[in-house]
């Protein structure tokens, strides 16, 4: 079932959707950014990307996938600018065989020019390991994707093949406290408070992934956190509930 061919179809069917979690300003609760995440409608149902991005990376149908998330990312973005004059940035997910591939930056470029869509509108979330294969190699592309504009973020921060010295090296804008750390909130607090005082002083904006509680977002407001994502807020929503709850509510 989930084969590269069964992958293809679903692509040329249109198989595929994107759900949208937004990302909150923890002091006004305004949104300032939300995080597009892939889904397969299959015979009425919805399969997670768990169960099928492992298949994609493994048959290297995530490239083409991949490709068909910039795409749709930015003509959303594009569409929420021209119906709702609505423009936080749409974060998406980017794979370690994608960060390998040659086209990426190109056709993330071309993508936000063809749709005239500012590059501050996208944001590319990876995670540490997936850089580690070719970091040299990763460490250009990122340069090449910021300063044409686009948005940084290291997913997961925390939980990946990481080194100090590469994050200081990575062009990076915002820092993503992975949804472990925060589920450890209040109790175990010294991982996030480690990780929000180095992204001070590198200074990046933190994301506090996985808030669920009310007690996580006191102890981040506390903290000085400033962004928020996880289910107390909401999880990831197809694009009209997202679009009737957060960009034209009445
Ligand atoms: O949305 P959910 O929690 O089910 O996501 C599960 C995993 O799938 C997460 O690690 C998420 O980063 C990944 N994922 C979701 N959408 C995409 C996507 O468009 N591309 C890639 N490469 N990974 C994605
Ligand atoms: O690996 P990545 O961080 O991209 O995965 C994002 C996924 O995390 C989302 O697709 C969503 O399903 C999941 N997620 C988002 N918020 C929460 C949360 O508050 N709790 C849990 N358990 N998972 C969450
Ligand atoms: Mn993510
Ligand atoms: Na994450």
């Given at each position: ?84 004059n609505f423009s936080v940035p749409i ?160």
């Amino acid at each position: 079932l989930r084969t590269e061919a069964s992958l293809h179809d679903a692509l040329e069917n249109n198989e595929f959707i994107l759900h949208f979690q937004p990302k909150l300003d923890i002091e006004t609760g305004a949104v300032v950014g939300c995080e597009a995440l892939i889904r397969w409608q299959k015979d009425g149902r919805l399969i997670s990307p768990a169960s099928f991005i492992p298949v994609a990376e493994e048959t290297g149908m995530i490239i083409q996938i991949g490709q068909w998330v910039v795409e749709q990312s930015c003509k959303t973005i594009k569409d929420w600018k021209t119906r709702y004059n609505f423009s936080v940035p749409i974060a998406i997910n980017v794979s370690s065989q994608q960060f390998l591939d040659a086209s990426l930056v190109p056709d993330i470029k071309q993508a936000a020019l063809r749709y005239q869509v500012a590059p501050q509108s996208l944001e590319i979330e990876i995670t540490e390991t997936s850089l580690m294969n070719d970091i040299e190699s990763a460490i250009i592309k990122l340069q090449q994707l910021k300063s044409a504009g686009f948005g940084i973020a290291v997913d997961d921060f925390g939980t990946g093949y990481s080194s100090l010295s590469y994050l200081r090296r990575l062009p990076i804008s915002t820092m993503k406290i992975d949804r472990g750390f925060v589920s450890d909130l209040p109790e175990e607090s010294a991982i996030a408070s480690t990780i929000l005082m180095l992204g001070k002083q590198l200074d990046l904006n933190i994301v506090a992934e996985g808030v669920e509680n009310e007690q996580q977002l006191a102890w981040l407001q506390n903290q000085g956190c400033q962004i928020g994502q996880g289910f107390y807020f909401s999880k990831p929503l197809p694009i009209e509930s997202f679009e009737a709850k957060y960009i034209a509510p009445n």
